[in-house]
Each structure stands twice: as C-alpha cells, then as structure tokens.
C-alpha cells in the first residue's frame, strides 16, 4: 500500500480549525435541539467509506440529520453494532451506504495485506470477503481480476445491501417498509462519463436495475441519478 503524503502545517492547520469550533459553537441550532428535547433524531443511517473525499456533508446540514457509519470500504461486517444502532434504536426511515471510485480498501484488499498491522489485516480481509462474494456474483474470479476497481467499488455496495437485506433484524424492517436501503456511488473521477464528484443510485432494496429503479416513483432525485456502470 502506498500514499502519497502531504506535509501539513499543525500551527496554521489548529488555528484554522479554531475558526471552524467557533462556527459550529455560534451556529449550534439550540431551537431545534430543544424541541427534540435534547435527543438525537436522524432521518439516515449513512454507512460510508472514511475516505475524506466523500463527505457525510453530501446529504446537507448533518447535525442531527445524519448518523454516520464509517469504516474503510464501507462494509457492514466491521461495523455491524452501529449499523443496528441506526436502525433499530434510533429507526431511522433510510439507509444510504455510500461507495466511491478509486476506494483504497478497494485496491488494498485486492493486493497483498499480509504485512498490514493485525487489525488491519482483519477490516481488509472483510473488505476482499466482500469482493470475493461480488465476484462470485457475477461468476468471475477476484484473483484474475477481470473486473475494474471502480466496479468493485459498484459491486462491493450491492454486496453490503444484500447483507442487509438478509439479516434476520433489519429483512423485517424492509419488508414492511419502514425501512428503505439505497445504494450509491459518489464518482469522484468521472468513471461514469457526467463529470467529477457526481453521485449515482445504483441500488433500491436490492433493485440494480436501471431502468427499474428509473420507474420508481418514491425515491425522488435518486431515482433520476440511477445509473451502473456497463458490465
Ligand atoms: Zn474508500
């Protein structure tokens, strides 16, 4: 694995970030938090890659709004535990897991990770479990790697909703539609030809077809912003 890193200047970076504390503590939207008697109410669980490149800011004001779940590769598997946290404590109506090109989990799991730290090396074999299973979904295999990371990053989010899909606490949720599960891709690279930092539906409840999810009349724009990319 490797990264080309930034030099940072810590002195100018706190003093910034000073600005940024101050913005937050002004804007603190006391009314709203009092008329919800001080409690958190977000309408979303977000599971989404940690990379700094997909922002829960996405979805808008994220204060009480968003309940972000974030681990590198965005996979259920390593952050089971607040996942049910969102849906089944604080009941939010939608998840949204989020996947994005050029996602490093996504190339590290597919390269060796064997000399990672330990803890690593558990959060990226999830990842590479994730992208074994999405490839035996389309009958290829991972260790020829036929298919292109961007669409590992594509599949690996099917393969998330799946897991949602079929565990024993959150099926119910769907099935009598108090939950709905959405998946997109935030197309950072412009890999989907519409330019860069686009976001795309490209899963409705395990709906992956375009044109289907197109026809879907109680999704609102993200029905519009299906789009996969070709096989
Ligand atoms: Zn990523």
Redesign the pocket.
């Given at each position: 694995m490797s990264h080309e890193v930034v030099k940072f200047d810590l002195v100018s970076l706190l003093s910034s970030l000073g600005e940024s504390l101050a913005e937050f503590e002004n804007g603190f939207p006391l009314d709203d938090f009092a008329k919800g008697h001080y409690q958190q109410h977000p309408f979303v669980t977000l599971l989404t890659?940690?990379?700094s490149r997909?922002p829960p800011s996405m979805l808008g004001d994220t204060f009480n709004r968003v309940f972000c779940v974030e681990n590198?590769?965005?996979q259920v598997k390593n952050s089971e535990g607040s996942v049910l946290y969102g849906l089944l404590h604080l009941q939010t109506p939608l998840m949204i897991v989020a996947?994005?090109t050029?996602?490093?989990?996504?190339k590290a799991a597919t390269s060796d990770f064997a000399s990672e730290p330990s803890a690593l090396v558990n959060e990226l074999t999830t990842v590479k479990s994730s992208l074994d299973q999405a490839c035996s979904g389309i009958k290829v295999d991972l260790a020829t790697a036929s298919p292109t990371q961007v669409q590992l990053?594509e599949l690996n989010v099917d393969v998330q909703i799946d897991l949602l899909l079929n565990h024993a606490e959150i099926a119910p949720l769907v099935q009598r539609q108090s939950l709905q599960i959405i998946g997109v891709m935030v197309d950072l690279h412009n890999f989907y030809g519409e330019g860069y930092g686009k976001v795309y539906t490209v899963n409705v409840n395990g709906e992956k077809d375009v044109e289907a999810i197109k026809q879907m009349d109680k999704i609102g724009v993200f029905a519009a912003k299906a789009k996969r990319l070709p096989k």
């Amino acid at each position: 694995m490797s990264h080309e890193v930034v030099k940072f200047d810590l002195v100018s970076l706190l003093s910034s970030l000073g600005e940024s504390l101050a913005e937050f503590e002004n804007g603190f939207p006391l009314d709203d938090f009092a008329k919800g008697h001080y409690q958190q109410h977000p309408f979303v669980t977000l599971l989404t890659c940690c990379d700094s490149r997909v922002p829960p800011s996405m979805l808008g004001d994220t204060f009480n709004r968003v309940f972000c779940v974030e681990n590198i590769g965005n996979q259920v598997k390593n952050s089971e535990g607040s996942v049910l946290y969102g849906l089944l404590h604080l009941q939010t109506p939608l998840m949204i897991v989020a996947g994005h090109t050029e996602c490093g989990a996504i190339k590290a799991a597919t390269s060796d990770f064997a000399s990672e730290p330990s803890a690593l090396v558990n959060e990226l074999t999830t990842v590479k479990s994730s992208l074994d299973q999405a490839c035996s979904g389309i009958k290829v295999d991972l260790a020829t790697a036929s298919p292109t990371q961007v669409q590992l990053s594509e599949l690996n989010v099917d393969v998330q909703i799946d897991l949602l899909l079929n565990h024993a606490e959150i099926a119910p949720l769907v099935q009598r539609q108090s939950l709905q599960i959405i998946g997109v891709m935030v197309d950072l690279h412009n890999f989907y030809g519409e330019g860069y930092g686009k976001v795309y539906t490209v899963n409705v409840n395990g709906e992956k077809d375009v044109e289907a999810i197109k026809q879907m009349d109680k999704i609102g724009v993200f029905a519009a912003k299906a789009k996969r990319l070709p096989k």
